[in-house]
């Protein structure tokens, strides 16, 4: 039995040497990677790799490795890009365990002109081999050259387009390969929402996009990473940074607010109890008093019940709600609930479109607290629209969305003439108000935050909205699919 020797063995396998097994009639039955120029997988023959015109040279070359010789020999083969490359091969054939009889022949090829696709391969070999990555080769027309996993090879020459399932995947490829091409050269890397195949729901993934211009032909090199849940993750710690900023920042406010609301109504209390007992004093005098300083005191016990409601409000900002334990209630009962104070309190028919998807949704919420997050918010919208008298404007929506992340978020919007954009940065800030003097303290959109930051919530305005809308975002820990 001849063998090949050592030394070339040694080159053979420490150079850019392919090696595979075929049967006798030239079938693979092994390939120690993928041929990424030829996208060949074990099943293929080598025969149609070959050109026309070499083909019955190499199955003689087959015959006598078959007859236990090693050859050596040269031929070519047609890539697709239509180029002839020439391959420098050796078959040797491969004995079973008594050494009698031969079981297959080992095709050692080196491509001696690699063509454009076989350059790449060379170039990108151990990573595409190394990484558990979709990578793709597209050409400049966006066809699918080549891909690293042997289960996708039949995508191989499809259209980009063909294997997108969304208009919106497809259209947010086209812009990243045109960055891409753009940057030539250098890798275009973003973290993006996609369907991927056989997922109804997309998920994040990176992907990188790399054009490059080898031996003057044009190829894409795009690479796709599956980081949907380390995605999650960070955002979900991000929401946890955010919400104990957010409780510091209210805890302090807290403080300094129980500090105001006794400071103030202490003397508030002499002002009044000394104004009433003027007015008792002075009633029995009525005839032979100013009934302009009558009024005047009238107006000063007013002013200090407006002041007392305000001062109390504040206390709701350090009033501790832990005695109140959390339970689990469904979402779509308790804005039902909420829908019915609403109207109680208005007691004016407002068109309410609510949608609600899932029925069936549970949340764990302290449900006071919640009702009065609602009841703010439509209080709100209501002031915002009762003025108009046509439904165009009347209205107010309610809808839940569920998030790519698997939130639930509830948005409530009016068709008011929204909020101006140099305010929006104040709207929940405590005593700030857009509204007319009398009208409001300006502390409802503030409690309402603090209320749904201690339920694991995140109060918001959106500004990508066409009319004035606000978000609860329900926590990822406190939303749960009834059983």
Known sequence: MKEISNNLS??????????????????????SEVYMGYGIVVGDSILETIIPAKRKFFE???????????????TETRNRLEEIDKWEMWLQPSYSADGNLIEYIEVFSRNLNAGTENFISSLFKNFYTATDDDLYILNDELYILDINKSSKNGDIGKSFSEIMERDDDYLFFLNTFEQAKRLNGVALKVTHPIRKSNRNQKRYCRISVTYMIIQGVGRYMLQIRDVHQEHSNRLALKIQEKQFEEFERWRSLGQMSAGIAHEI???????R????????????????????????LDSIVKQVDRI???????????????????????LDDLINDTLGLFQAQTGREIYIDYKNNFKELEIECKKN????????????SYQAVQKFN?????????????????????????????????????????????????????????????????NGMILDFEKDFNYTTFSITLGLDTTKPSE
């Open 273 to 296: 109890i000394q104004a009433e007992q003027l007015l008792d004093r002075l009633g029995s005098q009525r005839n032979d008093i100013d009934p302009s300083h009558l009024k005047k």
């Open 10 to 31: 040694k080159e053979l396998f420490h150079s850019d040497v392919f090696y595979s097994h075929i049967d006798f009639d030239g079938t693979y039955i092994h390939l």
């Open 390 to 454: 046509s439904l165009e404007n009347c209205w107010i929506k309610i809808w839940i969305e569920k998030t790519i992340l698997n939130q639930y978020v509830i948005y409530i919007q009016d068709g008011g003439n929204g909020i101006k954009n140099e305010v929006v940065k104040d709207i929940f800030t405590p005593f700030f108000t857009t509204k007319d003097v009398g009208s409001g303290t300006g502390l409802g959109l503030s409690i309402s935050k603090k209320l749904a930051l201690e």
């Open 265 to 271: 109504n202490n003397p508030l209390c002499i002002i």
């Open 60 to 74: 003689k070359q087959i015959a006598e490795a078959r007859k236990g010789e090693i050859v050596h020999f040269f």
């Open 308 to 330: 007392e409601n305000i001062a109390n409000s504040l206390k709701i900002y350090s009033r501790s709600s832990n005695s109140i334990s959390k339970q689990t209630h469904y």
């Open 369 to 380: 607290e919640f009702y009065q997050i609602i009841l703010n918010l439509l209080m709100n």
